[in-house]
C-alpha cells in the first residue's frame, strides 16, 4: 500500500481504512482516528446549531452540554472538535450522566421533591450511585 492511498479521502470526508498493509505505515493510524473525529464532530455540532436555529434559540451564549459516552473520553478532541462549529456557545462538559435527567422527569412526574446535595452527592461516588446500582449486584 502506498502512502497516498492511505491519505486518501472517501467522498464522505472519512480515510478509507487499509484492508491490508504489509508495510507499516507510521502515523496512518492517527490520520484515520484524526479524520473520524472530525467528521464526528462536525455532524455532532452541526445538528446542535440546526436544532437550535429550528427552536429560535440564539448560538451566542448558550450552553451546548457534552455528555454521554462519545463525550466521557479524557480527551478534549471530540469536544473541541464540536465547539469549534458552534460559534459562541459555551462548553458544558464533564457534568452528570445522560440518567440524571431522566431521573429528575420520574422524580417530577411522581410529585418528589430531589435534595440536590444529595443528588450530588450521590454522583460523586465514584460510580457507585445508589440509584444506579442493579438487582444483580446489590
Known amino acids: 500500500m502506498h502512502l497516498s492511498a492511505a491519505a486518501a479521502i472517501t467522498p464522505s470526508g472519512v480515510p478509507p481504512i487499509p484492508k491490508r498493509m504489509s508495510v507499516p505505515l507510521p502515523g496512518v493510524a492517527t490520520v484515520i482516528a484524526a479524520a473520524i473525529v472530525a467528521t464526528e464532530a462536525r455532524v455532532l455540532g452541526e445538528q446542535a446549531r440546526v436544532c437550535a436555529q429550528r427552536a429560535g434559540l440564539p448560538l451566542d451564549g448558550a450552553r451546548a452540554v457534552l455528555t454521554g459516552g462519545v463525550f466521557s473520553h479524557p480527551s478534549d478532541s471530540l469536544a473541541d472538535a464540536t465547539m469549534s462549529h458552534l460559534p459562541g456557545a459555551v462548553a458544558v462538559r464533564h457534568g452528570p450522566p445522560p440518567i440524571v435527567g ?3 422527569l420520574g422524580f417530577d412526574r411522581l ?4 435534595d440536590p ?4 452527592q450521590s454522583l460523586e461516588e465514584g460510580g457507585h450511585a445508589p440509584w444506579a446500582a ?5
Open 117 to 120: 446535595a444529595a443528588l450530588s
Open 134 to 138: 442493579s438487582a444483580w449486584t446489590t
Open 111 to 114: 410529585g418528589l421533591e430531589v
Open 102 to 104: 431522566g431521573l429528575l
